[in-house]
Nanobody, 133 residues
Framework: EVQLVESGGGLVQAGGSLRLSCAAS????????IGWFRQAPGKEREGISC????????YYKPSVKGRFTISSDNAKNAVYLQMNSLKPEDTAVYYC??????????????????????????WGQGTQVTVSS
């Protein structure tokens, strides 16, 4: 029943910007995390950023911190990833994901927002981001 639909990917030159969107529906949770992940060909899926319904709990992969910004619009059930100063190494398929069990996870107690693939139970189909140099 949970559905996540990504959009906003495309081809952009190095130094350019893209804004990814993720429309979420079909879930209800007191405490949850929504994350952005990416996977390049031949590489493992990695966490890029996440946020929770607690605004202060965010995560950024160190290589994107300061360049990427995660945000949400609860009225629209949407989460966004603003990507600035894009680099060729940012090229990948980008996925949004939801952890509906976040409230019972150790990270919740620790005040952390996890970028671990294993902690997310629902995934979108991905959107391609290609950065040329």
């Amino acid at each position: 029943e949970v559905q996540l639909v990504e959009s906003g990917g495309g081809l952009v030159q190095a130094g350019g910007s893209l804004r990814l969107s993720c429309a979420a529906s079909g879930f209800t949770s007191d405490n949850y995390a929504i994350g952005w992940f990416r996977q390049a060909p031949g590489k493992e899926r990695e966490g890029i950023s996440c946020l929770t319904n607690i605004d202060s709990r965010t995560y950024y992969k160190p290589s994107v911190k300061g360049r990427f910004t995660i945000s949400s619009d609860n009225a629209k059930n949407a989460v966004y990833l603003q990507m600035n100063s894009l680099k060729p190494e940012d090229t990948a398929v980008y996925y949004c994901a939801v952890s509906t069990t976040y409230g019972s996870s150790p990270n919740y107690l620790l005040g952390l927002c996890s970028g671990s693939v294993d902690e997310y139970d629902y995934w979108g189909q991905g959107t391609q981001v290609t950065v040329s140099s």
